[in-house]
Nanobody
Framework: QLQLVESGGGLVQPGGSLRLSCAAS????????IAWFRQAPGKDREGIGC???????NYGDSVNGRFTVSRDNANKTVYLQMSSLKPEDTAVYYC??????????????????WGQGTQVTVSS
């Protein structure tokens, strides 16, 4: 059973940066796509970005180039680097995984494994 653990959330001022980590400790091989999602109170969950085993990335429309997903296969960790943060980025951020043999990734697939989430609050 793949387990995902997010970390790095917290309080940041508008315009600031934050890096989230997603540790996949039980990952036995690289044939997984890892993605980041977020959910703000009262809003639907939205996809931020995903990364394949080949390090190909794909992003949702909401982040407009401000966020970057990266992956360290050796350390079984995926990162979400967030910059130019805005109050509307406040949400619980989740990483998710799905077994995937392709070289690309998509956010519009059913992800089977989810972390517990980490809170990001952007406020002055």
């Amino acid at each position: 059973q793949l387990q995902l653990v997010e970390s790095g959330g917290g309080l940041v001022q508008p315009g600031g940066s934050l890096r989230l980590s997603c540790a996949a400790s039980e990952l036995t091989d690289d044939y997984y796509v890892i993605a980041w999602f977020r959910q703000a109170p009262g809003k639907d969950r939205e996809g931020i970005g995903c990364i394949s085993r080949a390090h190909t990335t794909n992003y949702g429309d909401s982040v407009n180039g401000r966020f970057t997903v990266s992956r360290d296969n050796a350390n079984k960790t995926v990162y979400l680097q967030m910059s130019s943060l805005k109050p509307e980025d406040t949400a619980v951020y989740y990483c998710a995984a799905v077994r995937w043999f392709g070289l690309s990734c998509t956010l519009v697939v059913d992800y089977d494994y989810w972390g517990q989430g980490t809170q990001v609050t952007v406020s002055s």
